[in-house]
């Protein structure tokens, strides 16, 4: 089993702050990485994919990749309280035995309050 | 038009009794999973097809067999239910040997075994 990281929380921000959510992950061949968000008795529902370097942008929400660290983050800009749910760091297995292999961490509770 | 159904949503059984669950997607992947979530809400995959084919087999009891009769769906019997047993079981889909290829999960079955 290929290990994923989250920082644990819980991670509790004030409406309109900046949510920062990390991941760690030991799979150096994993060229996919993904942000899904759980509310509380509901599925996985992805909100981020991230494959190259860098950040990438969507709206409030931007992931940022660091291949050589083996990091990936998300962060929440202009938080809402509708954004509080679990999140959850996916990495992909891209070698060997490991292929199509969504490894998850464990996730970070997010709340955001008024 | 749901993109990755399951059935049933919930269920409850006794100790000892043979279930079934049943997903379907939409999508036209080609990979479909089953993962499953504990109590403390960490996803471990169980099982993955790829067009019928078993490619992912984890150190899962052998009373849970997968069935998948076409690469759109995937059922999973449970044989003898267990204490144990009780947790959420989500559905997936995906594209197999693509690259930066996401992964969708169906509504998950909460499964209570008393």
């Known amino acids: 089993q290929k290990e994923v990281e989250q920082n644990s929380g819980p991670l509790s921000v004030p409406e309109g702050a900046i949510a920062s959510l990390n991941c760690t992950y030991s799979?150096?061949?994993?060229?996919?990485f993904f942000w899904y968000r759980q509310y509380s008795g509901k599925s996985p529902e992805l909100i981020m994919s991230?494959?190259?370097?860098g950040d990438k942008e969507d709206g409030r929400f931007t992931a940022q990749l660091n291949k050589a660290s083996q990091y990936v983050s998300l962060l929440i800009r202009d938080s809402q309280p509708s954004d509080s749910a679990t999140y959850l760091c996916?990495?992909?297995?891209?070698?060997?035995?490991?292929?199509?292999?969504?490894?998850f961490g464990r996730g970070t509770q997010l709340t955001v309050w008024p | 038009d749901t993109a990755v159904s399951q059935t049933p949503k919930y269920l409850v059984t006794q100790m000892g009794n043979d279930k079934s669950i049943k997903c379907e997607q939409n999508?036209?992947?080609?990979?479909m999973y089953w993962y499953k979530q504990d109590s403390k809400k960490f996803l471990k995959i169980m099982f993955s097809?790829?067009?019928?084919?078993?490619?992912i087999n984890e150190t899962v009891p052998n009373r849970f067999s997968p069935k998948s009769p076409d690469k759109a769906h995937l059922n999973l019997h449970i044989n003898s239910l267990e204490l144990g047993d009780s947790a959420v079981y989500f559905c997936?889909?995906?594209?197999?040997?693509?690259?930066?290829?996401?992964?969708?999960f169906g509504q998950g079955t909460r499964l209570t075994v008393v």
């Open positions: 097809y790829n067009n019928k084919e078993l490619i």
């Open positions: 799979d150096r061949v994993s060229q996919s």
């Open positions: 999508l036209g992947h080609d990979t």
């Open positions: 991230i494959y190259s370097n």
């Open positions: 996916a990495v992909r297995g891209d070698g060997g035995s490991t292929l199509g292999r969504l490894y």
């Open positions: 997936a889909s995906s594209r197999y040997r693509v690259r930066n290829t996401e992964a969708f």
